[in-house]
Nanobody, 116 residues
């Protein structure tokens, strides 16, 4: 199995930055990619982006493209979501997901609040 734990959430003013971390443990050699999702209060879960486990080929949902950057620290088995130029509509709980073939392992989420 794989475990993922998110951290780094908090409150920030619009225009600010936050960096979320997703630390993976367990059978990390089986991970194919790590995805980020978010869910705002009262809304459906939304895909944010992903990166393959080699740390290459990040992919972003259109609304965050150019503002968010996903990267991986190979030595630490940690994936980062650098969020810049944050907007109030980025307020949500953010989740990372380890993709292991047909299985997915979700973290518990970390909350981000962006005030105007």
């Amino acid at each position: 199995q794989v475990q993922v734990i998110e951290s780094g959430g908090g409150s920030v003013q619009a225009g600010g930055s936050l960096r979320l971390s997703c630390a993976a443990s367990g059978r990390t050699f089986s991970i194919k990619a790590v995805s980020w999702f978010r869910q705002a209060p009262g809304k459906e879960r939304e895909f944010v982006g992903l990166i393959d486990w080699s740390g290459t080929s990040p992919y972003y949902e259109e609304s965050v493209k150019g503002r968010f950057i996903i990267s991986r620290d190979n030595a630490e088995n940690t994936v980062y979501l650098q969020m810049n130029r944050l907007k109030p509509e980025d307020t949500a709980a953010y989740y990372c997901v380890a993709n292991v073939g047909p299985e997915e392992y979700w973290g518990q989420g970390t909350r981000v609040t962006v005030s105007s």
